[in-house]
Nanobody, 125 residues
């Protein structure tokens, strides 16, 4: 089992940047492919980005390509989401998630076994 704790959320003006972190504890972090998802008020949770175990593969939702970057440091058991050029529509609770399954369906929430508690990101206009 793995426990996930997100941090780094907050309030930022449009055009600003934030870096989210997700620290993992428990079983070996390198066993897991990692993902970031978000849920805005009144909306369903949606895929943001994912990264493979060794970091070689990264995947993004179309609406964040060119603005967000996912990365991981397996020595620190941490995955990051660098968010630049933030927009008010990026306001949401951001969740990290882990899966031990290898699949091309990295954007499917049902693939992920473990979830963090979420961190709030608010972008003001």
């Amino acid at each position: 089992q793995v426990q996930l704790v997100e941090s780094g959320g907050g309030l930022v003006q449009a055009g600003g940047s934030l870096r989210l972190s997700c620290a993992a504890s428990g079983r070996s972090f390198i066993r897991y492919n990692m993902g970031w998802f978000r849920q805005a008020p009144g909306k369903e949770r949606e895929f943001v980005a994912a990264i493979s175990r060794n970091g070689a593969g990264t995947y993004y939702a179309d609406f964040v390509k060119g603005r967000f970057t996912i990365s991981r440091d397996n020595a620190k058991n941490t995955v990051y989401l660098q968010m630049n050029s933030l927009k008010p529509e990026d306001t949401a609770v951001y969740y990290c998630a882990a899966t031990s399954v290898d699949s091309s369906l990295y954007s499917n929430q049902r693939l992920y076994n473990y979830w963090g508690q979420g961190t709030q990101v608010t972008v003001s206009s």
